[in-house]
């Protein structure tokens, strides 16, 4: 069994601004992703940090949907 390890300060810092700019830069980050290397922790970093943001605000669409639907 693999044994997991907490992410590197690097990780979470790049996971932050990739969330941050897909918050209010989203068309910067997706330049930023388009010509960095994928491979790259940064990168990859930054796309979770993107998807987080892209899952928290369907969540809130959800729940704004529903609460919409009982009144």
């Given at each position: 069994?693999?044994?997991e390890k907490d992410p590197s300060p690097t990780y979470i810092k790049s996971f932050?601004?990739?969330y941050?700019?897909?918050q209010y830069e989203p068309e910067l980050l997706?330049?930023?992703?388009?010509s960095t290397d994928k491979g790259n922790e940064i990168?990859?970093?930054m796309e979770a940090g993107k998807q987080q943001?892209?899952?928290?605000k369907?969540?809130?669409q959800v729940k704004q949907q529903s609460?919409?639907?009982?009144r």
């Open positions: 069994m693999e044994e932050n601004q990739g941050t700019l897909s997706k330049q930023l992703l388009k990168a990859k970093a943001f892209e899952l928290q369907l969540k809130a609460k919409d639907r009982e």
